[in-house]
């Protein structure tokens, strides 16, 4: 599990890759924490290379989610594989994030 | 007149005599029968009554208590979830006040929250409480760290550093927030070094517990409380005694205080069960249960007046309607007697007796199971069973059925034969039956058959029983034997299984029964039965004995072929000697196939979930399962394993530092039609099926943070049951597959 933090000035990417199970979402948390604090930004979540993902890392997208409703940003998933896509469909997160 | 006519005269009047006698014979017996039949039916009315209210009070418990445990369970995970954001941010004190803010946001549940930081730990903040409430919907923040109030020395600042675990206050009123009651659950906070920083709690406002608890409503008059776990009431239909009076306290106040101070002191023992208590001359029946992790326990009193109201109406309109029937049988008899002078002849009365002898061997023998293969889509088990009865109708009784992946079965042999004996048996099915509906521990079944028999029985009969649940996905046996004799099982060998002798059913009132058991391996199986096949008897007076009948039973057949068998043999044994005794046997092959079951021995480390994947992997391959599925099973596998190491193992999660190396066994069997994962654990009782699913229709901002887990393989999964076996929590997971 990689993930690489692309800071430009209105927006921030976040790429994903390989397996975000329960242990990698545990290790990434303290690095993607901060980003609380700056979800005014547009948050781009890029899971291109994101090939499984836990209720643990579904966790940090939504806190992401919730720092960026707090703070007037918004969040973008990018690039979801179709075994994302219905883990996202079978906990209503479809509905919750701007999906592209 | 001449003689003969005078002989007839004589005749008749004698006739006419005998019969006035008979009818009334007839009716004094008449009476008699109808007055044991109502009174042996108020007393199974009161049995099935109790019973009925046993099981209403304790599934009402239950759910209450699951209702209770899942809002203490919100809150616990408020807070639990976010341990590890509290133990990242220590690093940034300034960041700390965020986290008491976050739980409040996200947590409607939560009244107020802080993280407390213990005294010295930062050089410059040598006291540091920031506390969020909402109090009218609005957030409050302030801080703890006043000298007036000195949070190091509040018991839920000290406890969870001291038990080095979650730990719930004692439940107290809240003076700023209106006099509300309240309880605080705290958790140590460890830094990286493991030393504990801080304590994260959240505050729960009890006002749901009260309207929560006087919703059980079973009977009119009947009422719950709930204790704290230093006996003060919490809730009370009293309001005036809740928080001030602990319920020794209370009991000091009624006359005849024993019985309930003996409550009182099995309720702070955490213990559950039932009571009969008499106070202020009225008894009642209690019904009791601790709830776990808060220290509180909660009960159901039922006064008996209220619980057996129904039967005294009941027992009224019984009498009028049996006095209407005397009448009718007087009017019936005097008619009847009329035309009845005419004897029938004996032929006659013989064929009636044998058609209705008929009847009622029908009758029986539609109570017991006879359906074969009983469970036709059960791969696991071969089970068939035969009642040879040596009379029109028997004193043997089998009986099987399944509840809970589990098989109940029992075979019984009453003393004495024909219609006695017959009614007997029926009577023990029916005690069978509904007894073992709420319990699956055989000790406690044959115990209580026993009891509502032995209170019965005037007729000095007594029933051999042998009762045995199988746990069908573990192979576990538990067994209890009631003066029956002991079946084969097979393994390597054919053997007797060793039981206690015990007493028979009906002998003794309150007879206690040892309970056994054993594990059945794979492709074990066993043989019930009643001595009528071991003594079944030829011309010479020779039985056909145990070593003929392990003989006939050897070599590996089908249930119903072994049954089969034995018959044959039998007959071939006695010949023209007629058959002595019912005969009676249970032959139960229990077939899981070692082929089909995997198993993955994982601990309480959160790294292990990476081996589930290749464990997964060889399955998938060779049962070419498509990748999407295997993807969504692995995800169900590690949200299931994830949550057995964050609850179950809660005290030694490994963020505290605990030990990684309690077991987690992950178990697959393998079938074309499904896959079943059961997966075990060693930890405290956490059933995931109880906490209520997370809506997934809620917007960003009220949507909680946690419970994703349990609803992902909840909704992968075609099937998901929690069983609390031997101190393990064992999850079953099942996949259908097309």
Known sequence: MKTKIIREEKSITIEFSGRLDTPAAQETAPQLFPIQDEADKTIILDCTNLTYISSSGLRIFLILRKAAEAKGGKVIVKNINDDIRSVFMMTGFLNLFEIC | ?738
């Open chain 2, 1 to 738: 007149m001449n003689l003969r006519e005078k002989a007839k005269i004589f005749t008749d009047k004698g006739l006419r005599r005998r019969t006035r006698w008979t009818g009334l014979m007839l009716i004094v017996v008449a009476v008699a029968i109808l007055e044991i039949i109502s009174l042996v039916q108020a007393h199974y009315a009161k049995v099935g009554i109790r019973q009925e209210a046993k099981a209403t009070a304790e599934s009402q418990l239950d759910a209450t208590k699951s209702g209770i445990l899942n809002i203490i369970n919100q809150v616990e995970s408020a807070v639990r979830n976010n341990v590890w954001v509290a133990q990242w941010c220590l690093q940034i004190p300034d960041s700390l006040s965020n986290i008491p803010k976050l739980i409040v946001n996200n947590n409607p549940i939560v009244a107020g929250s802080t993280i407390a930081i213990v005294p010295g730990y930062y050089k410059k903040k040598p006291l540091f409480s920031p506390y969020m409430a909402i109090t009218n919907g609005e957030i409050i923040e302030k801080t703890l760290a006043t000298p007036e109030y000195d949070y190091p020395s509040q018991e839920w600042f000290t406890k969870p550093i001291e038990l080095d675990r979650g730990y719930w206050s004692e439940p107290y009123i809240d003076k700023d927030g209106g006099e509300i009651l309240m309880t605080t659950y705290s958790y140590p906070i460890k830094d990286k070094q493991g030393r504990i920083a801080a304590v994260l709690t959240a505050d729960l406002d009890l006002q749901w517990l009260t309207a929560m608890v006087e919703a059980i409503n079973i009977y009119p008059g009947s009422f719950s409380t709930v204790v704290s776990r230093t006996g003060k009431l919490l809730v009370s239909p009293d309001d005036s005694l809740i928080m001030n009076t602990t319920i020794d306290e209370y009991a000091s106040s009624v006359r005849d205080s024993a019985p309930l101070r003996a409550l009182n002191k099995a309720m702070l023992n955490k213990e559950s069960g039932s009571m009969q208590i008499t106070y202020e001359g009225k008894k009642n029946t209690v019904y009791y249960t601790p709830i776990e992790k808060t220290g509180w326990a909660m009960n159901i009193i039922i006064p008996e007046q209220e619980m057996f109201a129904g039967l005294r109406k009941l027992d009224g309109l019984m009498r009028i309607l049996q006095v209407i029937g005397l009448l009718l049988i007087i009017l019936i008899f005097r008619s009847v007697a009329k035309s009845q002078l005419r004897f029938k002849s004996l032929s006659e009365r013989k064929e009636i007796m044998e058609n209705e002898l008929h009847i009622a061997s029908e009758i029986q023998m539609s109570m017991i199971p006879k359906t074969f293969p009983p469970f036709p889509d059960r791969k696991d088990i071969d089970l068939a069973a035969a009642l040879v009865p040596a009379k029109e109708v028997s004193g043997d009784l089998y009986d099987f059925f399944i509840r809970d992946n589990k098989l109940f079965f029992c075979i019984g042999d009453v003393s004495g034969k024909g219609v006695p004996a017959s009614l007997m048996m029926a009577v023990t099915r029916s005690l069978f039956r509904s007894v073992s509906a709420h319990s699956d521990n055989p000790a406690e079944i044959v115990s209580s058959i026993n009891n509502s028999m032995a209170e019965m029985n005037e007729s000095t009969m007594f029933v051999t029983f042998l009762c045995c649940i199988l746990d069908l996905q573990t192979g576990h046996l538990k067994y209890c034997n009631a003066g029956h004799n002991s079946p084969l099982i097979f393994t390597q060998s054919i053997d007797e299984l060793p039981v206690e002798p015990n007493l028979p059913l009906g002998v003794m009132l309150g007879n206690e029964y040892v309970l056994q058991e054993i594990q059945m391996g794979y492709d074990n199986a066993l043989f019930l039965y009643t001595d009528g096949v071991t003594e079944a008897e030829n011309e010479n007076h020779e039985l056909f004995g145990i070593e003929r009948l392990k003989k006939t039973l050897s070599g590996r057949k089908e249930s119903y072929e072994h049954l089969k068998n034995v018959k044959k043999a039998v007959a071939g044994f006695v010949r023209s000697a007629p058959q002595s005794d019912d005969m009676t046997m249970l032959f139960i092959h229990y077939l899981r196939n070692p082929e089909d079951a995997r198993i993955i021995h994982l601990t309480n480390d959160i790294n292990q979930i990476k081996n589930l994947a290749g464990f997964l992997d060889s399955i998938a391959e060779e049962k070419k399962l498509p990748n999407s599925l295997t993807c969504s099973i692995n995800l169900a596998l590690e949200e299931a394993v994830t949550n057995v190491i964050e609850y179950a193992y809660a005290e030694d999660d490994g963020k505290g530092g605990g030990a990684k190396d309690k077991p987690i066994d992950v178990m697959a069997v393998v079938r074309d039609d499904e896959l079943k994962f059961v997966i075990t654990d060693e930890g405290k009782p956490f059933d995931p099926t109880k906490i209520a699913d997370v809506n997934i229709d809620q917007d960003a901002g009220s949507r909680p943070v946690g419970g994703l887990g349990i609803h992902l393989y909840k909704n992968i999964m075609d099937n998901v049951i929690y069983r609390r076996l031997e101190n393990k929590n064992i999850l079953t997971l099942t996949k259908k597959l097309q």
